[in-house]
């Protein structure tokens, strides 16, 4: 173990060119971070490789101190500063993880930070980015995505010559991240056949992926990023990064417009394919002629987010945040080899409890149990009384009535949330209603009524 202050993390040349992304850059990083972070558990997970066929373990990069993988990519590059630079300070822009492991490598060097969050950033994080850096960080909370904090933080660097730590597009912080790959090999006795890595704006796919293909070419990459915001599988499929119009923040720590150019740079060398749909076959033997793995891309709806988050906590205990439980989601949208050996990194654990409530109803809507229709009840008395005996079936529960019009309270349109028994009572449940004189629009999730009424 490394101290902060040996001449290994004190770098007191003038910076020059920033050397590529490498395995053996990985490995010096690996180096570096020993100084803050024992390797993280690789753990068999029971019940995933039942329902699987294969040997899944998860790499517990939300047990670090920082509880995600974000403080490799930090401390590797803000340890290599020179004295001036430190002297300048850092700044950083991040929807949370990344600005977590800033705040912890400027407390751990005494550098100053200034590190820009979006508004939206849930408040357990923003919380444990000020106990982290404490008196050594400024938090700065502005727009409501992460471009626009990354924005502001471009501003503030133009302004006061401190350096910029890029949460992902820079080849020190994808160096860091890459060392959960050098770590994996350390600890399996043999190769894993496929690696699950979620996908943010691309550093950790990076990182991952240049190290498996130097030092462990036959195994098999799958890149899995939420479809609300798959800036990745954009990139790819335009043949370079491009903006994405919006995209749903809900997985704020992998919510990003527009990945960056150095993770592009790495990922797109890989070749493979590109999916965004379910039922993803995906074999871990090597590609026949290439020598190499397979590498694929793929998106996951957000509410199999939450459903995987839901049974993480259930079954193992595990708190995993929207993007951390990315690569499990993605177990189910996938074929596997029986007995092939997988790794899900499960990214980072920052999960604000008072997100639950949401985490529950998108999980509900995503597996058929959870739905919402505009019933419109005639103006008689008895009209509800006969929705619950007629139309409502014996297991199903009413979680939302409320009576659209302000002015009439106790009659006429109403938005009513049903949760159904089994995914199979929707069908009947909307037969009984059509021929009710009680008429029902259900509400697809997808429409804009949808989104505004719920």
């Given at each position: 173990?490394?101290?902060?202050?040996?001449?290994?993390?004190?770098?007191?040349?003038?910076?020059?060119?920033?050397?590529?992304?490498?395995?053996?850059?990985?490995?010096?990083?690996?180096?570096?971070?020993?100084?803050?972070?024992?390797?993280?558990?690789?753990?068999?997970?029971?019940?995933?490789?039942?329902?699987?066929?294969?040997?899944?373990?998860?790499?517990?990069?939300?047990?670090?101190?920082?509880?995600?993988?974000?403080?490799?990519?930090?401390?590797?590059?803000?340890?290599?500063?020179t004295a001036g630079e430190r002297a300048a300070g850092v700044v950083a822009a991040?929807?949370?993880?990344?600005?977590?492991?800033?705040?912890?490598?400027?407390?751990?060097m005494g550098i100053k930070g200034r590190i820009y969050v979006p508004t939206t950033?849930?408040k357990q994080k923003r919380d444990r980015i000020r106990v982290h850096g404490g008196?050594?960080?400024?938090?700065?909370?502005?727009?409501?995505?992460?471009?626009?904090?990354?924005?502001?933080?471009?501003?503030?660097?133009?302004?006061?010559?401190?350096?910029?730590?890029?949460?992902?597009?820079?080849?020190?912080?994808?160096?860091?991240?890459?060392?959960?790959?050098?770590?994996?090999?350390?600890?399996?006795?043999?190769?894993?056949?496929?690696?699950?890595?979620?996908?943010?704006?691309?550093?950790?796919?990076?990182?991952?992926?240049?190290?498996?293909?130097?030092?462990?070419?036959?195994?098999?990459?799958?890149?899995?990023?939420?479809?609300?915001?798959?800036?990745?599988?954009?990139?790819?499929?335009?043949?370079?990064?491009?903006?994405?119009?919006?995209?749903?923040?809900?997985?704020?720590?992998?919510?990003?417009?527009?990945?960056?150019?150095?993770?592009?740079?790495?990922?797109?060398?890989?070749?493979?394919?590109?999916?965004?749909?379910?039922?993803?076959?995906?074999?871990?033997?090597?590609?026949?002629?290439?020598?190499?793995?397979?590498?694929?891309?793929?998106?996951?709806?957000?509410?199999?987010?939450?459903?995987?988050?839901?049974?993480?906590?259930?079954?193992?205990?595990?708190?995993?945040?929207?993007?951390?439980?990315?690569?499990?989601?993605?177990?189910?949208?996938?074929?596997?080899?029986?007995?092939?050996?997988?790794?899900?990194?499960?990214?980072?654990?920052?999960?604000?409890?008072?997100?639950?409530?949401?985490?529950?109803?998108?999980?509900?809507?995503?597996?058929?149990?959870?739905?919402?229709?505009?019933?419109?009840?005639?103006?008689?008395?008895?009209?509800?009384?006969?929705?619950?005996?007629?139309?409502?079936?014996?297991?199903?529960?009413?979680?939302?009535?409320?009576?659209?019009?302000?002015?009439?309270?106790?009659?006429?349109?109403?938005?009513?949330?049903?949760?159904?028994?089994?995914?199979?009572?929707?069908?009947?449940?909307?037969?009984?209603?059509?021929?009710?004189?009680?008429?029902?629009?259900?509400?697809?999730?997808?429409?804009?009524?949808?989104?505004?009424?719920?």
């Amino acid at each position: 173990m490394c101290r902060v202050s040996d001449p290994l993390v004190v770098a007191e040349k003038a910076p020059g060119p920033l050397p590529p992304l490498s395995a053996d850059e990985i490995d010096a990083a690996a180096k570096r971070i020993s100084c803050i972070i024992d390797p993280t558990p690789l753990q068999r997970i029971a019940r995933l490789s039942e329902l699987t066929g294969a040997e899944v373990y998860l790499k517990r990069e939300d047990l670090t101190a920082v509880r995600s993988y974000k403080l490799r990519g930090a401390y590797n590059l803000i340890v290599q500063l020179t004295a001036g630079e430190r002297a300048a300070g850092v700044v950083a822009a991040s929807a949370g993880n990344h600005a977590q492991g800033v705040a912890f490598a400027c407390k751990a060097m005494g550098i100053k930070g200034r590190i820009y969050v979006p508004t939206t950033t849930p408040k357990q994080k923003r919380d444990r980015i000020r106990v982290h850096g404490g008196e050594f960080v400024e938090l700065i909370a502005t727009g409501d995505t992460y471009d626009a904090a990354a924005a502001a933080a471009v501003d503030d660097v133009a302004r006061t010559g401190a350096t910029m730590v890029p949460p992902f597009d820079d080849p020190r912080t994808a160096a860091g991240q890459g060392t959960i790959a050098a770590e994996i090999l350390d600890q399996l006795d043999r190769a894993p056949d496929l690696v699950v890595v979620p996908v943010g704006g691309g550093g950790c796919l990076a990182g991952v992926s240049t190290y498996l293909r130097e030092r462990s070419p036959r195994t098999a990459i799958l890149g899995v990023e939420p479809a609300g915001a798959a800036s990745m599988t954009a990139a790819l499929v335009a043949g370079g990064p491009v903006t994405l119009p919006e995209i749903d923040p809900f997985v704020d720590g992998a919510a990003v417009r527009r990945i960056g150019a150095v993770p592009y740079t790495a990922v797109s060398r890989l070749g493979g394919a590109v999916r965004s749909h379910a039922s993803l076959p995906l074999l871990t033997t090597t590609e026949s002629g290439s020598g190499a793995g397979a590498f694929r891309m793929m998106t996951v709806d957000e509410g199999a987010i939450c459903t995987a988050m839901l049974e993480l906590y259930q079954n193992e205990g595990i708190v995993a945040e929207p993007a951390g439980a990315l690569s499990v989601a993605a177990l189910r949208e996938v074929e596997l080899t029986p007995g092939a050996i997988v790794v899900c990194l499960l990214s980072g654990g920052n999960n604000d409890v008072s997100r639950y409530g949401e985490v529950i109803e998108r999980s509900l809507v995503h597996q058929g149990l959870k739905h919402y229709f505009l019933v419109d009840f005639p103006q008689e008395p008895g009209a509800l009384r006969r929705f619950l005996d007629e139309i409502l079936g014996p297991d199903d529960d009413i979680t939302l009535f409320e009576y659209v019009k302000r002015n009439n309270r106790e009659t006429g349109a109403a938005l009513v949330g049903i949760e159904l028994g089994s995914p199979d009572g929707l069908e009947s449940l909307q037969k009984r209603m059509d021929e009710s004189p009680i008429r029902g629009e259900r509400l697809d999730p997808g429409s804009p009524a949808y989104r505004y009424l719920t």
